[in-house]
């Protein structure tokens, strides 16, 4: 029996294409499928990604979650108060554990009426 190992140390795309959409006390976000960057031609292939959202205000970690690689990647965030502030990041990740570079942004809370 034959197997391929792919030396691949070289991190995968960034996030790119982010759309946020707002309501109440949710917010959805989506963004374009990564690609993992080839080394020397071989790539191990995207996994996914990890999304996390932080409170502003105190840093204080809501939720670190993976989120399986699709050709339309998405997630919805829910239970946000009021006004409140979040920080989120989205990094990529591929079969051999290589992290892309953070893609963080902001989101200023908006009252709900």
């Not at 970690?61 to 690689?69: A, D, K, R």
Request: aromatic fraction near 10%.
């Amino acid at each position: 029996m034959e197997k391929t190992v792919i030396y691949d140390i070289t991190p995968p795309n960034a996030p790119t294409g982010l759309s946020i959409k707002g309501g109440c006390n949710q917010l959805h976000i989506s963004w374009d499928s990564a690609q993992d960057q080839q080394n020397f031609g071989e790539s191990s292939g995207v996994k996914g990604y990890v999304l996390e959202y932080t409170l502003s205000d105190t840093g204080e970690v809501i939720n670190n979650i993976f989120l399986n690689q699709s050709t339309a990647p998405s997630h919805i965030i829910t239970n946000l108060c009021d006004n409140e502030k979040v920080n989120l990041t989205i990094k990529t990740i591929d079969y051999a554990g290589n992290f892309s570079i953070n893609f963080s942004f902001f989101r200023q809370g908006v009252p709900t009426t």
